[in-house]
């Protein structure tokens, strides 16, 4: 039985991914970052161990108890917890970008460093990690998100590099609109971090972000279930031969095409009519 270790499972894209997975014949842990989803995982048949990507100590725990429940072998991970701040750049403070490369990147690449030594001693593996559309594609109001999924993107790339000739498989996963609780967390991360009322373009936030975050948003109708990003998650793990890439969505796929061929400046005005 081939296993994996799925981050941020609570809903969303970790969330179909580890019931489809194990569906699949799989040995799934499906890690959450808050206890109580954890045991509501457990309760419907799956292994979920405790991990915050805040929190190194539940890293180290987290890939303990895997380790020990499959004799010391992980044949995947599937690095997908991560968050939103809408908000102008102007406006993020720092400790909220503090926080956001916490979760969406340093406990990402602090799980894969540790996972990297057991892959190499049994002889091959699969690290997947789920960017974005907006790890390519810049977007107003959603820097902090952008910049992690930069980041994650430019590691993730470099990784792939640098485990050339080895018997490690990297890819990125990178999805456009998902149907997922991303919207309400967002709103919620919104509220805690950004005081829009005293910016200097509280009016634009008045007239754009507040209705997209009070349930309005107009690109509603271009998104796709979670599964979607499921079957390209099973490819990236179980082909002979995974891609570096897996786009998913049309507006991935338009937009990867459309900052290939056109100016800078023409994509700016695209963008901006979204």
Same mark, same amino acid.
């Given at each position: 039985?081939?296993?994996?270790?799925?981050?941020?499972?609570?809903?969303?894209?970790?969330?179909?991914?580890?019931?489809?997975? *194990?569906?699949?014949?799989?040995?799934?842990?499906?890690?959450?970052?808050?206890?109580?989803?954890?045991?509501?995982?457990?309760?419907?048949?799956?292994?979920? /161990?405790?991990?915050?990507?805040?929190?190194?100590?539940?890293?180290?725990?987290?890939?303990? #108890?895997?380790? #020990?429940?499959?004799?010391?072998?992980?044949?995947?991970?599937?690095?997908?917890?991560?968050?939103?701040? /809408?908000?102008?750049?102007?406006?993020?403070?720092?400790?909220?970008?503090?926080?956001?490369?916490?979760?969406?990147?340093?406990?990402?690449?602090?799980?894969?460093?540790?996972?990297?030594?057991?892959?190499?001693?049994?002889?091959?593996?699969?690290?997947?990690?789920?960017?974005?559309?907006?790890? *390519?594609?810049?977007? /107003?109001?959603?820097?902090?998100?952008?910049?992690?999924?930069?980041?994650?993107?430019?590691?993730?790339?470099?990784?792939?590099? #640098?485990?050339?000739?080895?018997?490690?498989?990297?890819?990125?996963?990178?999805?456009?609109?998902?149907?997922?609780?991303?919207?309400?967390?967002?709103?919620?991360?919104?509220?805690?971090?950004?005081?829009?009322?005293?910016?200097?373009?509280?009016?634009?936030?008045?007239?754009?972000?507040?209705?997209?975050?009070?349930?309005?948003?107009?690109?509603?109708?271009?998104?796709?279930?979670?599964?979607?990003?499921?079957?390209?998650?099973?490819?990236?793990?179980?082909?002979?031969?995974?891609?570096?890439?897996?786009?998913?969505?049309?507006?991935?796929?338009?937009?990867?095409?459309?900052?290939?061929?056109?100016?800078?400046?023409?994509?700016?005005?695209?963008?901006?009519?979204?």
């Amino acid at each position: 039985m081939k296993s994996i270790l799925i981050t941020g499972c609570s809903s969303g894209i970790g969330y179909d991914a580890a019931h489809t997975l *194990f569906r699949r014949g799989w040995q799934v842990f499906a890690s959450c970052r808050k206890p109580e989803d954890c045991a509501r995982l457990q309760r419907e048949g799956l292994a979920s /161990p405790h991990l915050d990507h805040d929190d190194p100590a539940t890293i180290e725990s987290a890939l303990a #108890e895997v380790l #020990e429940k499959t004799g010391g072998t992980l044949d995947a991970i599937f690095a997908n917890g991560a968050y939103g701040i /809408p908000g102008l750049v102007e406006d993020l403070p720092r400790d909220a970008l503090r926080a956001i490369f916490e979760t969406n990147v340093f406990g990402p690449f602090d799980l894969i460093r540790r996972v990297i030594p057991v892959m190499r001693a049994q002889g091959h593996g699969r690290i997947v990690n789920c960017s974005s559309v907006l790890g *390519f594609v810049a977007y /107003p109001w959603r820097a902090a998100y952008i910049g992690t999924k930069y980041a994650m993107e430019g590691m993730t790339d470099t990784l792939r590099h #640098e485990l050339r000739g080895e018997p490690i498989h990297v890819s990125l996963i990178e999805p456009g609109l998902i149907t997922t609780k991303f919207g309400e967390n967002s709103a919620r991360n919104f509220e805690r971090w950004i005081d829009w009322q005293a910016s200097a373009r509280a009016d634009d936030y008045r007239g754009t972000l507040l209705k997209r975050t009070g349930g309005r948003n107009p690109n509603a109708r271009l998104e796709v279930p979670a599964s979607d990003v499921t079957a390209k998650l099973i490819h990236a793990v179980e082909a002979p031969r995974p891609r570096p890439r897996y786009l998913v969505t049309k507006l991935a796929h338009t937009s990867n095409v459309l900052r290939r061929i056109l100016p800078t400046r023409a994509a700016d005005w695209v963008v901006a009519r979204l």
